[in-house]
């Protein structure tokens, strides 16, 4: 699915299971918890920190997920057509990028 499908989906979605969308402050209340709980299970299941027993169950994937969804809602309703934005990024990161990570010495 492309980033455009996945816009309407989640629109779709808060038509048909949600009231409205929350506002912008609360959605990005929502996104810093939900980026919060990605890195709690990256600092502890691939950083330094040990793992706690209760944390060992926790789904990377549906975590990311989460943030992905609250990224689309914001952008639905701000009225960002994300897959340009982020065609535009690539594009972008491509033509500034183009050699500086292949001649950058601490990545060899």
Known sequence: MDIKNAQKEVDNWIKDHGVRYFNELTNMAQLTEEVGEVARI????????????????????????????????????TG????DAFDKKMDKKTKRDHDRHHNNEKLK
Do not use: H, P, T
Not at 49 to 76: I, R, T, W, Y
Not at 80 to 83: E, V
């Open 42 to 77: 990256i600092a502890r299941r691939y950083g330094e920190q040990s793992e706690k027993e209760s944390d060992k169950n926790k789904d990377l994937g549906e975590e990311l997920s989460d943030v992905m969804f609250v990224v689309l809602c914001l952008a639905n309703q």
């Open 80 to 83: 960002i057509d994300l897959q």
